[in-house]
């Protein structure tokens, strides 16, 4: 009986895990692409992700029902996948922001003892993850 | 008056950081909320939430409503 009630809660956590994973993913993609979607689709997802609005209350300020609201983000949401499969932009940035990571690792490892170069270097990498 | 517990975005481009503030519901969206009460920050690994706990449950027991994600990120932590 224990076992069942930990599995669970463990899959409880996993499933809550994978709910606000999803939803930085949808921001992320809001920052990319945002300036694709309609205004309406923009604002909206703004809302709902950026202000963690729910749906009545975005209803309640743009005045458009709360159907409509709903329709709105599940149109916008859908665009936004379409244009991460067919651009990839997302992926490419979490791919490079992950080798210059693991770059900056190797870089900390080989160069232990010269903190002023590895100061230099680590300027430099900061300012190559900000410009991408 | 329904007072919520929500997300709220800061942060630069691509690089989300969120305030767990305690806000009206009816506040437009022009940044106004009563209390700051903690952070999330999805971009470190592993990611970071930091909440004043009795802040929480004062709010809470005081009637204000969390949002399903905030539910979430208090589940995880314990506080709730």
């Known amino acids: 009986m224990e076992i069942t009630v930990q599995d669970k809660k463990l899959k409880e956590l996993q499933n809550s895990a994978s709910l606000i994973n999803e939803r930085n993913k949808c921001n992320m993609l809001l920052d990319i692409y945002g300036t694709l979607l309609t205004d309406r689709q923009r604002v909206t997802l703004e809302l709902y992700y950026g202000e963690d609005f729910s749906l009545g209350e975005i209803s309640a300020q743009t005045k458009i029902t709360r159907q409509g609201v709903m329709n709105c983000i599940h149109k916008a949401e859908k665009k936004l996948i379409e244009f991460e499969t067919k651009l990839g932009l997302l992926r490419k940035y979490e791919e490079l922001i992950s080798s210059i990571d693991k770059l900056e690792g190797t870089i900390i490892q080989a160069g232990i003892g010269n903190r002023e170069k590895l100061s230099k270097i680590d300027q430099a990498l900061m300012e190559v993850k900000n410009k991408i | ?80």
Not at chain 2, 22 to 43: C, K, M, N, Q, W
Not at chain 2, 50 to 68: F, L, Y
């Open chain 2, 1 to 80: 008056m329904a007072v919520k517990i929500r997300l709220r975005r800061m942060g630069a481009k691509k690089a989300p950081f969120y305030r767990i503030v305690v806000a009206d519901s009816r506040f437009p969206r022009d940044g106004r909320f009563i209390e700051e009460i903690g952070y999330y920050d999805p971009t470190k690994n592993p990611v970071v939430v930091n909440v004043e706990d009795e802040k929480v449950t004062s709010w809470i027991s005081k009637g204000a409503q969390p949002t399903d994600t905030v539910k979430r990120l208090l589940k995880n932590k314990g506080v709730i």
